[in-house]
C-alpha cells in the first residue's frame, strides 16, 4: 500500500473510533434509586461512559470512601454524612451541591388505607395494632435520623421506641411495609412515589426535624472527564424532571 494512502486510512480509522469509554463510580442513598437509575441509564445511553452505583444508607457509604473505597461521587441524604467526607478531605475544591429536598411521610401497608392525623395525640400503639413501626435505623441513617427527630419532637418517641422495626437503609423499610411485615412505616415521600401496596396516611410536619437536604459532591479521587461530566448532569433539566417525578424537591 502507497505511504500516502496507509496514512489516510490510519487516520480515518482513528477518527472513526469512538473516544474512551470510562466508568463513573457513584455512591448514593438508598432513597435516590429509582431517579437516579434513570438519570444514569440516560448518560449511558448518550456518552457511551459507564456508570456504576453503589447504594447504601449515607453513613455506611461515607465510611467507606473515608476509609478509602474508590468512588468518584458521593449523593448523601444528609448533610452530616457529607460533611464527614469534606472534613476528611476527600471533596473536590468548589465542588459540592445541595441538589434536592424531601418530605418525611407515614406510610401504610396496601392500597387505599385511612389518613392518619400526624401530631402529639396520635396513638401509635392503637394504630399498628400489635405490628410494628418500620423505620431506617435510627441512629445512623438519614432517614431514621429525622424520624426519630420528629417523634421526639411530638413527644412520640418514647412510645415509638420499643415499637421500631429498624432496618440498613430506607429502601429496605419500604419493602417490610409493602410486604406486610410491618404495618406502617416512616420512609421519605419519594420512597413513597417509588414503592408498591404502601399508601401514603400522612406527613410529619417539616417543624418536626432538621431540613431534608441531599448534598452531591464530586470527590477527590474524579480523574476524567466522564466523572466531571455526570457530576453536572445530575444538575441539569433532564435530571430536574426525573427527580421531581419522583417527588423530590428541586434544590439548586
Known amino acids: 500500500m502507497p505511504r500516502r494512502l496507509a496514512l489516510a486510512t490510519l487516520i480515518a480509522t482513528t477518527l472513526a473510533a469512538p473516544l474512551r469509554a470510562e466508568e463513573v463510580v457513584v455512591f448514593a442513598a438508598a432513597s ?3 431517579a437516579l437509575d ?3 441509564a440516560e448518560f449511558e445511553a448518550s456518552t457511551g461512559h459507564s456508570v456504576t452505583i453503589s447504594y447504601a444508607g449515607s453513613n455506611q457509604l461515607a465510611k467507606q470512601i473515608i476509609e478509602g473505597a474508590p468512588a468518584d461521587i458521593f449523593l448523601s441524604a444528609a448533610v452530616n454524612w ?3 467526607v469534606d472534613q476528611a478531605g476527600l471533596v473536590a475544591v468548589g465542588q459540592r451541591r445541595d441538589l434536592w429536598g424531601n418530605d418525611l411521610v407515614l406510610i401504610a401497608h396496601g392500597t387505599g388505607a385511612r389518613p392518619v392525623a400526624i401530631g402529639p395525640e396520635l396513638d401509635l400503639v392503637a394504630l399498628l395494632g400489635g405490628g410494628m413501626l418500620s ?4 441512629d445512623a441513617v438519614p432517614a431514621g435520623q429525622y424520624g426519630k427527630q420528629s417523634l421526639d419532637a411530638l413527644g412520640l418517641w418514647a412510645v415509638a421506641e420499643p415499637l421500631v422495626a429498624q432496618s440498613e437503609n430506607v ?9 406486610g411485615e410491618a404495618p406502617y412505616g416512616i420512609v421519605y415521600a419519594s420512597d413513597a412515589v417509588a414503592g408498591d401496596n404502601v399508601t401514603v396516611v400522612g406527613q410529619f410536619p417539616e417543624t418536626s426535624h432538621a431540613p431534608i437536604t441531599y448534598p452531591a459532591a464530586l470527590l477527590t479521587g474524579a480523574a476524567d472527564a466522564a466523572d ?3 457530576f453536572d448532569a445530575l444538575s441539569a433539566d433532564a435530571a430536574d424532571a426525573k427527580f421531581a417525578a419522583q417527588g423530590f424537591k428541586i434544590l439548586h
Open 228 to 230: 466531571r461530566a455526570f
Open 38 to 40: 434513570e438519570v444514569a
Open 32 to 34: 435516590l434509586k429509582t
Open 135 to 138: 423505620m431506617a435505623m435510627v
Open 171 to 179: 429502601r429496605a423499610a419500604l419493602a417490610l411495609v409493602a410486604t
Open 82 to 84: 457529607m460533611d464527614a
